[in-house]
């Protein structure tokens, strides 16, 4: 009785430490942080001194002032745009690894991930190499005589943003997509098959529906990394490149306005949290099995 | 008559392992067959070639005399039920059953109609709303039937569909399944390594054994006369006496012993007389109280007797016959009562009820 009633508390006891992890770890290293920048969105900067001040004006600045609203806007659209090219270019090499013999799929999936493994201003200034004025592209195409003269464009435009933005984050978009293709049973193909259905009839009902989850992971890892990336543009797209994530970084930085820097980086991550939402969304009607 | 569907001399290999080895299988219409035969014997192999998932490396495969080795697998006219069912999760039960008609661009209307019908047929008639994953393991089975017949086959391929479910589930899916091909009428390839349900549902058992054909026939035929030694253990249990030929005389056979002479009868061709054979009697068939005086029959020792309910299994041995133990199987009746171990008894058989099976040179 005595002993029973001492195990009970014990396991109460086990059982709270856990809540208390699962809520406390969490809670410490992502809610407090972010909670910190919230706070200071809040707070006014008058005469480069940050007083502690309630305030809305900088969320109203984000909506009136200068290009803040613009080159929101832009970023998203660019956003959008990386990842709708690398969903699809992302799918369809998934579909190419699991359609290969389970050896080469390994293969395959490994040499795309290879650029996980190396640094980024490795990468990026291998984009640099190949798109720039005396580049490999360029270069090429000399040789070829496609062109007589190099382009200059290829460097320092939003279509090199967008290229080294694809190029850099397609990794990201292929491992989720193949891990979800790789979970469906092999029987399921060939039920499809035994049912009647043509190969483009089993991908457009099993493989694709069954794959999007992994389709909506890649699409919001996309989003996201490219969206708050403020490194890429600055070293491909120069005066172009002037992003979101940039006009964040230099709040922060050259301008030294915390608060404002803190409301943007606010709205890039409600922003972030959209995405994730809608992806989550789409996934509502996915059964478990 | 032209078989439905005929498998002459297939052999598969994968890589340097010879899988099937010179397969002959026909298959009529309407007809319950069973492919029979111990795990790793090559049953799924044979029923992946007719579906058309795996190709064949010698032989050939027809269906109502046309080659079917071009014809790939969403053209053959032929649904498979898979070992795990292989219901698509993301679908609902109707979506499932409804599938085949589906990538066959049926008009809706004609869809519902046709699944809730197939689907009263296997007595799921108000699920068609659920999904796979709230079903039982009967009931999900259920649906794997259903999604096969949508289409009217003429032959449905099951591979050991009914070894996932508890006996009392597997008794009562077995009668369903007899009773839904007698109704649809269609040819059922049915493969199973429990000799008991290949027994109680067949017209007709192949029995398999390491990418072979070993015996095929009616179960009755297989259970009373079976003509290799692993069809006689595999099927049922069997006394295995070893002796040589002595004499034959018609389907009669006298075969000398360690233990003495037997008699056993033979079917087909008959081995050699002096050739190195098998008597096979079944342990229900063996009589403990021969005649003393009658020429051929053997004497052994009772050594244990064990209560089975309704029956007692007696396990006997002969010194002649070092390591091998006869078992008779009789009624739990007073003819028993008085048995203990170490008691004396003559053993006897009816010569139909054994048979003679030639030993592998
Ligand atoms: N894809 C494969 N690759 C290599 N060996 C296989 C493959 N499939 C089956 N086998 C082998 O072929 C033999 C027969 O297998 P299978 O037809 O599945 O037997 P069963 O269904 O009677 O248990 C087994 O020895 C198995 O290991
Ligand atoms: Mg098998």
Redesign the pocket.
């Known amino acids: 009785m005595n002993t029973s009633l001492r195990r009970d508390r014990q396991d109460l006891l086990r059982a709270g430490l856990g809540h208390a992890l699962n809520l406390g770890l969490p809670l410490l290293f992502v809610v407090i942080p972010i909670l910190s920048f919230v706070v200071v969105s809040f707070w006014t900067l008058q005469d480069g001194q940050i007083l502690l001040i309630p305030t809305l004006a900088n969320y109203r600045a984000f909506f009136t002032e200068g290009s803040y609203l613009p080159v929101y806007l832009q970023t998203v659209g660019l956003s959008l745009q990386v990842t709708l090219v690398n969903v699809a270019l992302s799918t369809a090499i998934a579909l190419f690894i699991f359609r290969r013999t389970p050896r080469m799929r390994f293969l395959i999936l490994m040499s795309f991930m290879l650029p996980l493994f190396m640094s980024y201003i490795i990468k990026v200034y291998s984009i640099r190499s190949i798109l720039g004025q005396r580049g490999l592209l360029n270069e090429a195409m000399l040789g070829l005589g496609l062109i007589d003269q190099p382009i200059e464009a290829l460097l320092f435009s939003r279509t090199a943003i967008f290229i080294a933005l694809a190029v850099l984050y397609l990794p990201y978009a292929i491992l989720p997509i193949y891990l979800a293709l790789d979970r469906i049973p092999a029987n399921y193909l060939a039920a499809s098959a035994d049912l009647g259905a043509t190969p483009m009839q089993t991908l457009r009902a099993v493989v694709l529906p069954l794959g999007r989850p992994g389709i909506a992971a890649g699409a919001v890892f996309t989003f996201i990394l490219t969206f708050g990336d403020f490194v890429t543009p600055q070293m491909v797209g120069g005066t172009q490149g002037f992003t979101f994530g940039r006009i964040v970084f230099s709040q922060f930085g050259l301008a030294l306005n915390w608060p404002l820097g803190s409301a943007l980086a606010v709205i890039l991550l409600a922003t972030t949290l959209l995405a994730v939402a809608l992806a989550g969304l789409s996934l509502r009607r996915e059964h478990v099995r | 008559m032209q078989p439905l569907l005929h498998l002459n001399n297939v052999s598969k290999r994968?890589?340097a392992?010879r899988?099937?080895d010179g397969i002959d299988i026909t298959v009529a219409d309407n007809e319950f067959l069973t492919i029979l035969?111990?795990?790793?014997?090559?049953?799924?192999?044979?029923?992946?070639i007719i579906g058309g998932f795996?190709g064949i490396d010698g032989g050939s495969l027809m269906f109502e005399g046309r080659d079917l080795s071009a014809v790939p697998i969403n053209r053959r006219p032929f649904n498979t039920v898979f070992q795990d069912y292989a219901l698509f999760h993301h679908m609902t039960v109707a979506e499932n059953v409804g599938y085949g008609l589906k990538v066959r661009g049926r008009p809706k209307a004609e869809i519902a109609a046709r699944v809730a019908e197939v689907l009263d047929t296997v007595g799921l008639g108000t699920l068609g709303g659920r999904y796979p994953a709230q079903m039982s393991g009967g009931q999900r089975q259920r649906v794997a039937l259903a999604r096969a017949i949508i289409c009217e086959p003429r032959l449905i391929l099951l591979?050991?569909p009914l070894s996932a479910l508890d006996v009392e589930l597997r008794a009562q899916m077995q009668r369903f399944l007899k009773s839904l091909q007698r109704r649809l009428g269609i040819a059922f390839v049915f493969?199973t390594?429990d000799q008991e349900e290949a027994i109680a549902l067949s017209d007709r058992i192949i029995v398999?054994n390491r990418?072979r054909i070993e015996q095929e026939g009616a179960p009755e035929e297989l259970y009373r006369r079976p003509r290799t030694p692993f069809t006689a253990s595999f099927l049922g249990d069997n006394n295995l006496i070893p002796g040589t030929l002595a004499a034959i005389d018609g389907r009669l056979c006298t075969v000398d012993t360690a233990a003495g002479r037997l008699d056993a009868t033979v079917d087909g061709p008959a081995p050699a007389p002096g050739s190195a054979v098998l008597v096979a009697v079944r342990p229900e068939h063996v009589r403990l109280d021969a005649d003393p005086a009658a020429p051929h029959g053997m004497s052994a020792e009772v050594a244990d007797v064990r209560f089975l309910g309704a029956n007692v299994m007696i396990e006997l041995f002969n010194p002649a016959l070092p390591g091998a133990v006869i078992k008779v199987r009789r009624l739990a009746d007073g003819s028993v009562a008085g048995l203990r171990p170490g008691a004396s008894v003559r053993l006897g058989w009816a010569a139909d009820d054994a048979a003679l099976l030639q030993v592998a040179p």
Do not use: A, F, M, Q
């Open positions: 994968y890589g392992v899988v099937l035969g111990p795990s790793g014997s090559g049953k799924t192999t044979i029923l992946r795996e591979d050991e493969i390594h398999v990418g």
